[in-house]
Structures are given as C-alpha cells and as structure tokens.
C-alpha cells in the first residue's frame, strides 16, 4: 500500500507563488510515475503535470512555464513549484502515483488564488 500526503496549499495573490509537496511512504524511485492533479469546484479532476521514473515531464498547456514538478528521492517527495499563479489556478489540488498499473492518490491540499 501507498500512502500520499500533500502539504504546501494555501492562499495566495494573483501572480505569487507556492510550492506543494507530497510525502510518499515508500521509495518513489521504484514508482512508474508521478503526477499532480487538480479539481475546481463543479469540474473534472484534471492533469497538471506528470513526471516519470525516466526523467521525463509533461505539463498541461495552462501551467507550462510557470510550474515545475520534481522530485527528492531521498526525502521520498514530489513537489510542484506554482509560480505566476492566477486565480483560474485555484482548485484542490492532487498527488498521485502510479506504481506498476496501479494508481495511488493523496487527499488533496487546497489552492486559492484571490485578491
């Protein structure tokens, strides 16, 4: 079993930044990949970005250049630094993982944008 623990949401003004983390209880480095999600209110849970065990990331068109996801291996922790926030950025946001071909998923750490 995989156990999946956000931290880092928050509030924050339009055009700041925030840095989500997501504990993992065991070795990320044998998970086939990484990703965060996100849910605003009323829609679909969507991705973000998604990095995998090779190295390579993907990044949902309306956050490329302003997040980044990564990982610390020895901390066993995925982070997404959210830069330029806006506040169609707001929602709940999400980390999973997927080891072998089973998806994990954390409860959630929540992201307000707002003046």
């Known amino acids: 079993q995989v156990q999946l623990v956000e931290s880092g949401g928050g509030l924050v003004q339009p055009g700041g930044s925030l840095r989500l983390s997501c504990a993992a209880s065991?070795?990320?480095?044998?998970?086939?990949?990484m990703a965060w999600y996100r849910r605003a209110p009323g829609k679909q849970r969507d991705l973000v970005a998604s990095i995998h065990n090779d190295g390579n990331t993907h990044y949902v068109d309306s956050v490329k250049g302003r997040f980044a996801i990564a990982r610390d291996l020895a901390k066993r922790t995925l982070y997404l630094q959210m830069n330029s926030l806006k506040s169609e950025d707001t929602a709940l946001y999400y980390c999973?993982?997927?080891?072998?071909?089973?998806?994990?998923w954390g409860q959630g750490t929540q992201v307000t944008v707002s003046s």
């Open positions: 999973s993982a997927l080891v072998s071909r089973t998806a994990y």
């Open positions: 065991g070795s990320i480095s044998t998970f086939t990949a």
